[in-house]
């Protein structure tokens, strides 16, 4: 039987000490943010009497060792256990290169964190009598030394061993890659495709034999939470993407046996060189937002011609931010019927109706 806890979830964190910030001129992320971002997240949490930390992948930047070691080292300092898992920023390379580790040696860096087994890049944890982590590795690599969002065959045969192992324990599952799609045809979008983990299929067969209800991801940096036939995928946008989100979910046990995860969500509203964030943060995403917009509205299922997407793409300059932040209200009542309906489809809606628990919410599990 599961107690009573509270954690908190910090995603996608591309943490970047000042020497080695790499500025990508079209990046929607301000990497620039991320270790003062981070710093004051720490200083809220360390308030709040949390039982653990959990931080989804893409804790660096692009898997530079030094991001790694800092991070490595600052939460080591904590009053609270850490659990992390990979993104595909961690990671980059099989081998390492002069920018990034290899993959094999992430564990390594994160021993105290989750990786009892440095020789294995996933892993179990029970965090709590009755609570059990489960940490997975959602990057591949295919012959060709590219890396693709995969479970390989052999940590889901382990995964199965683990689920059939633990009795009636409250699961947790931790995965960079969303698992259920947080948008419209995500797993067959290509937009939105390379955010799913390319087996989720496989993995979602197995977590539903063994009644898994939770899975928490990143990567996709948006607040979304997705539900589907009894699995619940909770994302958290990126801590130096608009709109800086983190989240603290309580889980507890009413009177009648009944689980409740109840989820708040925060912003990070200002570091000391950037005042104004919510509002700057915003106003660069939607500076750098052109492009995407134009594919987004060329590509299937309007197949728009090109000069007409250019035309309507500067209406949609904050679409993307809006999706960002959670609870999505959407509506361009200038725009042509056909491209305002699908516009709707990324709403916070179902069956017509407003949804709201992207950022807020309590779940009954």
Known sequence: ??????????SDLHLALPHTIWDHPSRFHLVEVSIPAFESVLEHLIQLDLDFLLLPGDLTQHGESANHNWLQQRLSQLPFPTYVVPGNHDVPVLMADQQ?????????????????????????????????????????????????GRLDSKQLEWLDEVLAATGDELILVMVHHNVLEHLPNQSRHPLGNRYMLENAPELLQVLRRYDVKLVLTGHLHVQDVAYSKGVYDITTGSLVSYPHPYRVLEFHQDNHGREWLQILSYRVDSVPDFPDLQQLSRKWMGDRSFPFLVKLLTHPPLNLPLSQAKELAPGMRDFWATIADGDAVLDYPQFPLEVRRYIQTYAAATRGKATLIDNNSTILL
């Open 100 to 148: 990034s580790i290899a993959f094999a040696d992430f564990p390594y860096y994160y021993s105290k964190f989750g990786y009892d087994n440095p020789q294995q890049i996933y892993y179990t944890q029970q965090l709590l009598p009755g609570v059990r982590l489960i940490g997975l590795n959602s990057n591949s690599f295919n012959d060709q030394g590219e890396q693709i």
């Open 1 to 10: 039987m599961a107690c009573n806890f509270r954690f908190a979830v910090v």
